[in-house]
């Protein structure tokens, strides 16, 4: 059995105590210190290696920028052939409301009139003047004019602005045609 | 406050000075030093991302300019800009409008210009008046040709005219010839390059072929068209 007997006076045991905590937190902070220092100088090494890969980036595309420039005469026939071609798409081959008209017409006149004039303006209305045997085929080519399914939804209105009875029986008509 | 009382005070109170020091030493690094550093370090590497990510696109953006055929690119410039120019082109809407009315079977009486009428969607165009004589059967035939022809042009009126039971007839068309000004902008530097599609390549391809086709008969058109006397004086 070991017995430990402290015959030191209780101050200097007190001082003592004192002593040992102190040197505690003087490690504890000499620590706290170097560990701060070292985030710092982390922090300022990582920024410096930073900026030098932004600077070599920004070279990269510098140069990449310059060899573009080289090209621009290629970029701007490609820019210029892009943005013609949307255009020659949009209107190429694309009938507009007169010609439409006009086949229009050529579909529903009967064969038994004959006409003599189309006019078929900006707006696509069509004014035409026709000779015609018999009333029945006036009536018929009224009809397919004012019908949906024969008309192909073009015709918005249909007048008949003269109509003339010649002496050898035939009939001079002018009708207007609104196109929608 | 002389040193050796400065040296007694903080041998008193060492256990309290010692870590507001550390304390503050910390406070002052963190605010001063490492906080700003990683703010930083943080915004640097969105900007270097997106500066990777631009010099990426120029970088492709580079290797596929240099992948076009230069010479490919200025025949294909030429049909399109034979289709649509960027300016008025008179002399060329007259050589084909006659090419065209001849080929139909029709005779061009008259071929005037006049001033066109704003589109609107950044083409413009000019008005060309044309008084065709011809076989009624032609006409659609004159019309398809007009509205498909290689050279951008669109009939805005259409009149007809004729004798009963003639099989020819007269029209005056009214035709607009569209034209587009050359682009002031041609590309920044540092927009994407579009790409052609395989409809844009066809219609380079049909247009090609349709200049083809006009070139082809416009020698024979030549013959047939109507050109007057070759000696006026006679």
């Known amino acids: 059995m070991k017995i430990s007997i402290n015959l030191l006076p209780p101050e200097l045991i007190t001082k003592e105590l004192k002593k040992a905590n102190f040197y505690k937190i003087q490690l504890a902070g000499i620590v706290i210190i170097l560990t701060m220092v070292f985030l710092a100088s982390l922090s300022v090494a990582l920024r410096i290696l930073q900026s030098r890969s932004i600077l070599s980036i920004q070279a990269r595309v510098t140069e990449a920028r310059q060899k573009v420039s080289d090209l621009k005469d290629t970029q701007a026939a490609i820019m210029i052939l892009k943005s013609r071609l949307a255009v020659v798409d949009k209107y190429w081959g694309e009938s507009t409301n007169q010609t439409l008209m006009y086949k229009l017409m050529g579909k529903i006149i009967p064969e038994d009139i004959t006409v003599n004039t189309i006019t078929i303006d900006q707006k696509g209305d069509v004014s035409l003047t026709a000779l015609v045997s018999d009333t029945l085929s006036l009536d018929n080519f009224i009809e397919k004019l004012t019908d949906k399914d024969s008309n192909e939804g073009r015709v918005s209105q249909v007048s008949i602005e003269n109509l003339n009875r010649s002496r050898d029986g035939l009939y001079r008509v002018g009708i207007i045609i609104k196109s929608k | ?234």
């Open chain 2, 1 to 234: 406050m002389k040193k050796k009382d400065l040296i007694e005070f903080y041998s008193i109170h060492k256990l309290k000075i010692f870590p507001l020091i550390v304390a503050l030493s910390s406070l002052f690094l963190s605010i001063f030093v490492i906080y700003p550093q990683v703010v930083k370090l943080i915004s640097n590497q969105e900007a270097i991302g997106s500066l990777n990510k631009k010099s990426q696109l120029l970088e492709t953006k580079v290797i596929a300019l240099q992948s076009y055929d230069i010479e490919e690119l200025s025949r294909k410039l030429g049909i399109i800009l034979e289709s649509l120019p960027p300016d008025k082109d008179y002399g060329n809407i007259l050589g084909l409008l006659q090419r065209l009315t001849v080929n139909s079977g029709f005779s061009a009486n008259l071929i005037s210009f006049t001033k066109g009428t704003g589109d609107g969607a950044g083409v413009s165009n000019y008005g060309v008046q044309m008084s065709v004589k011809g076989f009624r059967d032609n006409f659609q035939t004159l019309l398809d040709s007009l509205e498909n022809s290689s050279r951008l042009v669109r009939i805005n009126k259409i009149e007809v005219s004729s004798r009963t039971n003639s099989p020819t007839l007269e029209s005056s068309l009214g035709i607009e010839a569209l034209y587009e000004g050359m682009p002031k902008n041609v590309g920044e530097v540092d927009s994407s390059l579009p790409e052609f599609s395989q409809k844009d390549e066809e219609l380079i391809k049909e247009l090609a072929e349709l200049e083809q086709a006009i070139l082809a008969t416009s020698s024979s058109s030549a013959v047939q068209s109507p050109r007057g006397k070759s000696n006026p004086f006679e």
